[in-house]
């Protein structure tokens, strides 16, 4: 049975996941493999396949549905590009850049951003509503959204659905089916190497979305892809692949196989149980989050951590927590020693 690496202290699988040691084993050996001339594209390609069936696995959807990449907001870009001139997107206010940006950027063809307080979302939409886009779990915050009701809505106003994932996949249960769209960047939660992320898309989205960023992995056959100008792109959702970040692959589906075969309802439990502790400990109420922030402007309570050997993270203005597989209690009585000071 693989397992992570030692991470007491380290409270920052939102900002990167810990590896596992088989994902470091995987990566050793791979390096190793291009040392000695040995590297073999067909076999990335069939790391890519693998962990497509994974990430499907996990997040509960056919693995035809699953598409392949390296970073979400380009993945979010694909549905900004298929939205209609003059369309309005529906966004949570401080949502992730990468799922507001891609949308922002069409501005000059019309497309119009509105932004609301997230408990807001799923009673702002209307007729004029073209899509929602937000992620499960709020980066900045580690509040997590009321999905199922903004499913609910956006379905009732005739809009579509993007939801990122990525601060909820591989900690919190989560299935893609629900959504139109979904973008995943691995390295967080699911604790792979940077540069693998997946795209999920509905049946009735694989109609709307135009693969824009098409190249030779798109291909039906990817291997006879590799020259233009015949075009035959697949069926399913390969069409939407790009072309893999090969080293980062043999790591990541060691990391995706480790997640597959926990459970991750009990991964929630255990993350929140010790969030809870903590943010009692300091005199707030249990938030049922496994990500947990406390107000620091000035960034002492992150110097002062950081002082102490534990790794956490700053963002809009909060010190900000996280808690995973590798933590335990040792770690929230760390952290309300040095808070307490």
């Known amino acids: 049975m693989d397992s992570y690496v030692d991470g007491h202290g380290y409270l920052a699988a939102c900002t990167a996941g810990l590896p596992t040691h088989g994902t470091l084993a995987a990566m050793r050996a791979d390096l190793d493999e291009w040392g000695s001339a040995a590297s073999s594209p067909t076999r990335y390609g069939a790391l890519v396949e693998e962990g497509r069936a994974l990430f499907a696995r996990i997040v509960g959807v056919p693995a035809e549905l699953v598409a392949t990449g390296s970073q979400t907001s380009a993945m979010t870009a694909v549905v900004a590009a298929a939205l209609p001139d003059g369309a309005e997107v529906l966004v949570p206010d401080g949502d992730f850049s990468s799922i507001v940006f891609p949308f922002l950027a069409q501005a000059h063809r019309g497309i119009r951003v509105r932004s609301v307080p997230l408990d807001a979302l799923a ?66 939660w699911l604790c792979a190497p940077r540069g693998v992320a997946f795209m999920t898309v ?73 969030a809870d502790r903590l943010v009692v400990a300091m005199g707030s109420a249990p938030r049922a989050q496994a990500i947990v922030t406390f107000p620091d402007a000035s960034g002492a309570g992150l110097a002062a951590l950081g002082a102490a050997g534990i790794t956490a993270s700053g963002r809009a203005g909060r010190l900000r927590l996280a808690f995973h597989h590798w933590n335990d209690e040792s770690d929230v009585d760390a952290v309300v020693a040095v808070l307490s000071r």
Do not use: N
Not at 238 to 251: E, I, K
């Open 123 to 188: 009673g702002s939409m209307h007729a004029d509503t073209a899509l929602v886009a937000w992620s499960t779990v709020q980066s900045a915050t580690g509040a997590v959204a009321d999905s199922a009701a903004i499913v609910t809505a956006a379905r009732a106003a005739g809009a579509r659905t993007l939801c990122d994932l990525t601060q909820a996949a591989g900690v919190l249960p989560v299935s893609a089916a629900p959504f139109d769209v979904t973008v995943t960047h691995a390295y967080k």
């Open 202 to 274: 509905s049946p009735s989205a694989l109609a709307w979305l135009r693969p824009v960023q098409a190249g030779w992995y798109a291909g039906e056959d990817v291997w006879s892809s590799c020259y233009g100008p015949a075009m035959r792109l697949a069926e399913d959702a390969r069409r939407f692949d790009v072309s893999p970040a090969w080293q980062a692959w043999p790591g990541a589906v060691a990391a995706l196989r480790h997640v597959a075969s926990l459970d991750t309802a009990s991964a929630w439990r255990h993350a929140t149980r010790l």
